[in-house]
């Protein structure tokens, strides 16, 4: 059989839907492809919303570590800068004390002077009293109340210091510190007065005013000034040598 028959019998054995399917232009199959667009676009829209989602979530991650950790060091430089502020302060208590133990160190080595220097060999003061131009002078180490100061020198047959002249002003001085003296008034529109009676020259020493109405005198490094004398300090007692 020949070619032309062959082709003959295709054409002939063809239905007529088979043929239009093969006469259909190329073209249109072409045009049915785009009923899939949506549904490819919806498919990439999700996965750069995937995509913005796995980022914003790996940001995230990467940035809040980054925040305790900066919340962490400003923490810790508070802490530093409150220990700074309490070791500044320490060190201006230190300094305080430093300088407070060293005057009393002072103190010390010159009342010990003084008792090597001025100590009768006769022991002509009680025991623990110092002994300077025919006077026993005797600094307590309690703390009482201007009248209970009183009170214990004249149980030691002695009173609260009165001071007679410059000399003895210059020796009481340097022993001085926050002790009661004999020196009081009756009230704030009263006149200073020794406990003894005598008058009180402002020649000799300046009573400073702490507070109105103060009545009571302490002594502190060569300064007078006026106190509550229900307050508590120490005191000078002095009597005459035997």
């Known amino acids: 059989m020949s070619d032309e028959s062959v082709s003959f019998v295709d054409l002939r054995f063809h239905t007529p839907a088979e043929q239009k399917r093969k006469q259909r232009p190329k073209h249109a199959r072409i045009t049915e492809s785009p009923s899939s667009s949506p549904w490819l676009l919806t498919v990439i829209l999700g996965l750069l919303c995937l995509a913005l989602l796995v980022t914003a979530r790996v940001w995230v991650a990467m940035a809040l570590p980054a925040s305790h950790e900066m919340r962490r060091q400003n923490e810790e430089l508070i802490q530093k800068q409150a220990i700074l502020k309490n070791l500044t302060q320490l060190k201006e208590t230190l300094k305080n004390c430093t300088q407070q133990r060293d005057d009393l160190q002072a103190n010390n ?32 180490h309690e703390r009482s109340s201007w009248q209970k100061s009183r009170e214990y020198c004249s149980s030691q047959g002695s009173r609260l210091l009165r001071i007679e002249n410059k000399e003895e002003l210059d020796f009481i001085n340097r022993l001085a510190c926050f002790h009661w003296i004999g020196l009081f008034r009756t009230g704030a529109a009263s006149s200073w007065m020794w406990e003894d009676g005598t008058a009180y020259s402002t020649d000799l020493l300046q009573v400073k005013k702490k507070e109105p109405g103060e009545s009571c005198v302490l002594l502190n490094a060569g300064e007078a000034s006026s106190y509550n004398c229900t307050q508590r300090y120490r005191c000078i007692c002095m009597k005459r040598a035997d």
């Open 109 to 140: 080595r010159e009342l010990s002077n003084v008792v090597n220097r001025e100590g009768d060999k006769c022991n002509t003061c009680p025991e623990g009293w110092i002994q300077h131009r025919g006077k026993c002078y005797h600094f307590t």
